[in-house]
């Protein structure tokens, strides 16, 4: 067996186009545009480069795009100042606080200060409510992306056994529910789990968001299973140029899996897409 490869890229592509025509058509219907505005605090050379490729899809889609680069010592204060001159903005219709922040700085307390109409993340407590309840809510963008990949190779999860591992707020929790309201049955899958693989063998559906380069091997997969990895890990290669590679050990689980996501090229493509799409949302409810 040969697993289907599932294009995440190819599929990102389609989401934005679809996005776009969705922004000419707000602008007709009511003379709006959607404006996302992202801030980084201090951040790393790779929040960087994924925050400049946030700006440059934003305005590709034809949406107006605000950034703010703050230094690393930004305070409390000065932060929730910009949060809150953002919250009042019309322009804006989505804000998105790029994690991780700062040690000093209380990442629950800056998310907790976006207005929840304008929270296209999914994190506020809010959101977070809203999707554990089916209410109408704005879903954190990877889960929802891979829940769109996973839907474009078997559109109907009911009564599929999945299993997630990994329990963090922004992947693991949110793939969850979002899986339980497609009437899947869902097991989620952590460090302190025992006999991890043999729970992962179970799985038609499984998710690899932990973080553990590789992790993952055929054996795992219960054969033909729907495999999304969610994991982006850099690791060293002969020629010190090193690579990334997901928690799936890719070529060893495609002998197993009926169809996986690479990475790159899985999950990670969809993530800004799906924050477009939920930005076009937010500002499609603003006029509503």
């Not at 289907?4 to 922004?23: H, Q, W």
């Not at 992202?38 to 700006?55: F, H, I, P």
């Not at 996986?260 to 799906?274: D, L, Q, S």
């Amino acid at each position: 067996m040969t697993a289907t490869r599932i294009d995440g890229k190819a599929f990102a592509e389609k989401v934005c186009d679809e996005v776009s025509e969705g922004v000419k058509s707000l602008q007709a219907s009511h003379g709006v545009t959607p404006g996302l505005a992202v801030v980084l605090v201090g951040g790393d050379s790779a929040s960087q480069v994924y925050v400049r490729n946030k700006v440059r899809q934003t305005e590709a889609c034809g949406m107006k795009s605000f950034h703010h680069i703050l230094d690393a010592t930004t305070s409390r204060g000065a932060l929730m100042s910009i949060i809150e001159s953002l919250n009042a903005d019309p322009e804006v219709h989505g804000i998105l606080v790029q994690l991780p922040l700062p040690d000093h700085l209380d990442s629950r307390d800056v998310i907790e200060a976006i207005d929840p109409a304008k929270d296209v993340d999914g994190f506020h407590t809010s959101n977070v409510g809203e999707l554990w309840t089916s209410g109408e809510s704005f879903i954190p963008c990877t889960p929802l992306g891979c829940l769109k990949l996973l839907k474009s190779v078997e559109p109907n999860i009911a009564g599929k056994n999945a299993v997630v591992i990994g329990r963090s707020n922004i992947v693991g929790r949110p793939m969850a529910a979002l899986l339980l309201n497609e009437s899947a049955t869902v097991a989620i899958a952590h460090s302190k789990t025992q006999n991890l693989q043999s729970v992962c063998r179970q799985a038609d559906i499984l998710v690899a968001a932990v973080g553990r380069p590789q992790m993952v091997k055929a054996d795992w997969i219960k054969p033909g299973a729907i495999v999304l990895d969610v994991g982006i890990n850099r690791i060293e290669t002969d020629d010190g140029k090193g690579k990334l590679v997901g928690d799936v050990d890719f070529d060893d689980a495609s002998k197993v899996a009926g169809a996986i996501t690479p990475v790159p090229g899985g999950p990670g493509p969809m993530t800004i897409a799906c924050l477009l799409a939920n930005t076009l949302e937010a500002a499609k409810r603003s006029v509503s």
